[in-house]
């Protein structure tokens, strides 16, 4: 990785070009105003940019008299959304804050002119970079140096930016595993020594960047730092668990899907149908992921397997479990998982060439109950293969078997 002597941006990316004129427009009204954080950082690393964070010395009022389209966002922190050429842009003032007592908000947030003052107060200090619409990056806390070094470093003293935001603690190991960085050694004892405060965070904040670590790159090196800084400890349930197993027991293969994330954690921990409702309502995970989740669980953990469970658990659990089966060194078993599945007969009622009406009318049967109870026997003599799935043969079994019953 190369960073010109002039600490220039030479090549803008094209979302950042699309806004140029944004902060043209800002500086032309006699204000500072500067791209940061994460899109300066992905830039620098020729990753892809995901948002553009804008920082100005113009206070909220002063930015909506120079654009015609704007959004009061948070404006009582200083955000406004500016509407341009149908793109939506979030411009905060540059501020300081003070007074954490929730160890998440400021209590007061005050609005500065100085670029100093706001960038001093951000997280790491790859995300603490700056660049003007010229292209010159504003480095004042060395994350250049950082971004170099591969590592993760505070902005200043780690115990003060966790004591503001705790959920910053998360965020350090998400970006060890998005970015495959090292957390430097100061930085990482100051997890271990505020760890605990990881309890005053909303779970869904922490939820978040627990399941943005689990789909990185660097996986188990995030995991890593989380066992040894105890960091773990303060999620949801991770404690009750054999924490380890998830280092050691896996690869970094990548995790696409949010319920194979807890399906591997499952299998791992070898938890049942209602051990796995407990962790994942813990975790406030949506009811269609915990579903999900715990079907692709019990699916592996069902020994022998066989090809009714697989029918059952449908192509959604059967792709999750085929997943967790990679991502922990099984991959010939994940192949003959998704071999075997593909080659039922039969994968889910709407494929079955016979309905509820049409057993009413050729079985003469009344509607109700039973009518659900003979769908279900076709379908488990299909997957059986003691039946055919043609309309005709299902017709003649069910004559036959109503006969007999």
């Given at each position: 990785?190369?960073?010109?002597l ?5 090549h803008?990316p ?9 902060l043209?427009?800002?500086e032309?009204?006699?204000?500072e105003?500067?791209?940061?954080g ?8 020729e ?12 206070y909220?009022?002063e930015?909506?008299?120079?654009f015609q ?15 341009w ?5 979030e411009i905060?003032t ?19 002119r ?10 790491f200090?790859i995300n ?14 060395s ?10 470093q ?7 930016r ?5 959920l910053?603690m ?10 495959d ?5 100061a930085?990482?004892a ?19 960047e627990?399941?943005k ?14 066992w ?13 668990y ?13 995790l ?16 049942d ?5 407990q ?8 009811n269609?992921?915990l ?6 669980t ?10 009714w469970?697989?029918y ?5 659990a ?8 990679q991502v ?7 192949t ?5 599945w ?6 889910q009622?709407?494929d ?23 769908l ?9 293969r003691q039946?055919a799935?043609d309309?005709q ?13």
């Open positions: 990785m190369n960073y010109s002039a600490m220039k941006i030479n803008w094209q979302p950042l070009k699309q806004a140029l004129p944004v043209q427009q800002i032309a009204a006699g204000f105003a500067y791209f940061v994460g899109c300066v950082r992905d830039t620098l690393l990753q892809p940019i995901h948002d553009v964070d804008l920082a100005t010395s113009a909220p009022e930015i909506k008299q120079i389209h704007t959004i009061d966002t948070g404006i009582e922190h200083g955000t406004v959304t500016v509407v050429q149908q793109q939506n842009y905060t540059f501020r300081t804050e003070s007074g954490y007592q929730d160890f998440r908000r400021p209590d007061q947030v005050t609005f500065v100085s670029l100093q003052d706001d960038l001093k107060r951000r997280d200090t603490a970079l700056a660049v003007r619409s010229t292209g010159e990056i504003i480095d004042l806390f994350g250049i140096q950082d971004l170099q070094h591969h590592e993760i505070a902005v200043g003293q780690a115990n003060e966790f004591h503001e935001d705790a910053r998360m965020r350090a190991v998400r970006f060890q595993s998005q970015l960085f090292t957390i430097a050694p930085t990482l100051g997890i271990q020594t505020n760890a605990a405060l990881l309890k005053k965070i909303a779970v869904e904040r922490i939820h978040t627990f399941i670590l689990m789909q990185g790159r660097a996986r188990r090196r995030a995991l890593q730092s989380m040894q800084s105890q960091l773990y400890r303060f999620c949801p349930q991770l404690q009750l054999d924490f380890r197993k998830l280092i050691e027991q896996t690869t970094d293969q990548p696409v899907q949010e319920a194979s994330i807890w399906s591997l954690l499952g299998y791992l921990w070898q938890l149908h209602l051990a796995m409702k962790l994942l309502k813990a975790w406030k995970t949506s269609e992921v579903k999900v989740a715990q079907t692709a019990q699916l592996l953990l069902h020994d022998p397997l066989n090809d469970n697989l059952q658990a449908r192509a959604s059967v792709a999750v479990a085929t997943e967790v089966l922990v060194g099984q991959n010939k078993v994940a003959a998982l998704q071999q075997r593909t080659h039922l007969p039969l994968h009622p709407a079955l060439q016979i309905n509820g009406q049409i057993i009413m009318q050729a079985c003469q049967q009344p509607a109700g109950p039973q009518i659900g109870s003979l279900t026997l076709v379908q488990q003599k299909i997957i059986q039946l799935n309309q043969a299902i017709v003649h079994f069910l004559k036959i078997y109503l006969s007999r019953n």
